[in-house]
């Protein structure tokens, strides 16, 4: 054995150790020596199996599955029950917006920056309901939703000029990194309606531009497939190309990528209903790629670095039409001219976007069409007649009438008179109220009223805000019947008055200016007379002298005996006396029954 210490060798008889001095009788008469860690020997156990523990495990086990399970069908059919509570939701939504046309948000001028989110905002949550619920065609979907993108090439042009006037911190910023401070500000209240701030060649200048993800994420689902490849295409290369200097923003490679993306859509979408933006968009991408200023001073990227990729777009571009230029700019050491560069470029387009560049930013409203093929489809309102404001102009209510911000529309009421909407179709607390039998005609772009009771014409006039009628006097009314000799029944007396015609066919009006009461009169003539568009205008033919009888049919009106005379020395002037600038002369007798 060997002491437990020292590890020297003890004889058996020995109580000591001899190098250590160690006590070994005790160690061994309490058996603690074979308790070191040299004495152990591996322990055996007995293996017994808990079957109790096992069928416990067993138990939670699949409980705990069985829970998920449960939880995970739940979890379906909480989505599904959401999705088709929130589907039901939009589709009553989208019915209300169907009953009641009025409601249909429109796309306005802005004043501020707040007014343009929050109205932009209306507009797309009411398009993604048209696009997804609307029964009309898919043409006519694409039309309006066409109409909205051009509205938005539209908001692009406004800029720190005009609409981003906020006071803030940097808000006119010098250098690339105060501008990025200005776009934080911006971007903020811009992202919920899908635009962002974008700098000029300075970076003092900035201007709104389209955040080509939000379009595709919005509506990508709800639009034609080539219009949904062609919303994928911008948003996979939505950061702009170029940066202030003409130096490119983004990698050759991403810039190969790119050129050739748009190309493999115009080859393979030529039917594509916006080919031209397309096309365009084409020619930008490969004009400032090959003329960036990184490949003209060779100061940011190295001449190498484009050679490789140019290089690249060859072999991976066989059959692009394009391969030409990027050869001639592999092996040109100088590259080309911009003369160079049209005279290969394979494809027709309108330089710089030109094509698809609004001419102003004057905002039009998206769905007046529909709103107004609504409204004649889901009511009996019957329009007669629309005012333009700016113009003060009146025209006939039809299909081709064109409703812009400032229209308004007279629809007749049923009761003899006319309300008024706005140019959403939406009724005012207007209305114009007319005479019984009374007579609306178009003349010259203004409305006229003629009252055949009292012989009047008036003019619907409109100014502050409201509607009147003006009575119009005889000179007013040649205005709109140049051609006709007006008769002012108030100045026929009990003495015979001489009128003068002077030529073989004539025509008249009786205008009473008193407002007398009419009703009931009639025209006779010992020949033909040839009543006009209003019952107080007739034509007489013939150079001999002519009888006309006006007889009222009301016991205490009056009996006239008009005679025409064709030839008489004197004229004498029976006008209005109100209005003694009578043109021509017209004779005619009197006589009180």
């Known amino acids: ?21 160690y006590e070994i009788a005790k160690d061994i008469d309490d058996n603690s020596i074979y308790k070191k860690s040299y004495y152990k020997q591996p322990i055996k156990k007995e293996i017994s199996i808990n079957w109790t523990n096992i069928i416990n495990i067993f138990n939670k086990t699949f409980i705990a599955i069985f829970v998920l399970l449960i939880g995970f069908i739940g979890f379906k059919v909480l989505e599904n029950y959401t999705f088709n509570h929130n589907f039901n939701n939009d589709r009553g939504k989208y019915e209300a917006y169907m009953e009641d046309p009025s409601s249909i948000p429109e796309l306005t001028q802005p004043e501020s920056l707040q007014d343009l989110v929050k109205n932009l905002k209306d507009v797309q949550n009411f398009l993604v309901l048209y696009l997804k619920y609307s029964d009309e065609s898919t043409e006519e979907k694409a039309k309006v939703f066409d109409n909205y993108r051009k509205q938005l090439l539209k908001i692009e042009t406004y800029s720190n000029d005009n609409l981003l006037k906020e006071d803030i911190k940097n808000s006119i910023p010098q250098t690339k990194k105060e501008f990025k401070k200005c776009a934080e500000h911006y971007n903020r209240e811009l992202a919920p309606v899908g635009l962002k701030i974008v700098s000029d060649t300075a970076y003092a200048k900035y201007h709104l531009k389209e955040d080509y993800r939000f379009t595709y994420k919005k509506f990508g689902s709800y639009v034609p497939s080539d219009m949904k490849s062609y919303l994928y295409l911008r948003a996979k290369h939505k950061d702009e190309f170029l940066e202030n200097g003409g130096y490119l923003a983004t990698t050759p490679k991403e810039m190969n990528k790119r050129i050739s993306d748009y190309e493999k859509f115009l080859t393979h979408n030529s039917e594509f209903s916006n080919i031209n933006e397309v096309k365009d968009y084409l020619y930008v991408y490969t004009f400032g790629y090959i003329f960036a200023n990184d490949r003209q001073e060779m100061k940011a990227i190295r001449h190498n670095t484009f050679r490789k990729w140019d290089k690249k777009f060859i072999k991976q571009n066989k059959s692009s039409k394009l391969v030409p230029i990027f050869s001639k700019m592999v092996t040109s050491a100088n590259g080309i001219s911009a003369n160079q560069f049209d005279n290969l470029y394979p494809y027709e387009y309108e330089k710089m976007l030109e094509s698809i560049r609004p001419v102003n930013g004057e905002l039009d409203d998206i769905f007046i069409d529909l709103r107004k093929d609504l409204i ?20 006939p209510f039809n299909d081709a009438s064109k409703i812009t911000k400032d229209s308004l529309l007279l629809a007749d009421n049923g009761q003899g008179g006319f309300d008024v909407y706005n140019n959403k179709f939406k009724k005012t607390n207007q209305t114009i109220n007319l005479d019984a039998n009374t007579q609306v005609i178009l003349k010259r772009g203004q409305l006229l009223i003629y009252n055949p009771q009292c012989l009047q014409i008036s003019k619907i006039e409109y100014s502050y805000g409201n509607f009147s009628t003006k009575i119009l006097s005889s000179k007013e009314i040649r205005t709109y019947f140049p051609d006709i000799l007006i008769i002012n029944v ?20 009786l205008i009473s200016h008193a407002g007398s009461n009419f009703e009931g009169y009639s025209i ?15 034509t007489i033919s013939g150079t001999d002298p002519v009888n006309v009888q006006w007889i009222s049919t009301t016991p205490d009106s009056k009996q006239y005996f008009i005679t025409f005379i064709s030839d008489i020395p004197e004229q004498v002037n029976v006008e209005n006396k109100d209005n003694k600038d009578s043109q021509q002369n017209t004779n005619q007798e009197t006589k009180k029954e």
């Open 1 to 21: 054995m060997f002491c437990p210490r020292c590890g020297h060798e003890i004889k058996n008889n020995q109580k000591f150790c001899i190098n250590c001095g």
């Open 376 to 395: 004649k489809e889901l009511s009996n309102v019957g329009y007669k007649y629309v005012y333009s404001q700016t113009e003060g102009m009146w025209t």
């Open 490 to 509: 108030d100045n026929i007396g009990n003495s015979p008055v001489q009128v003068t015609k002077t030529t073989e066919k004539q025509t008249y009006m």
């Open 524 to 538: 006779n003539s010992d020949i033909p007379v040839i009543k006009g568009e209003l019952s107080n205008i007739f």
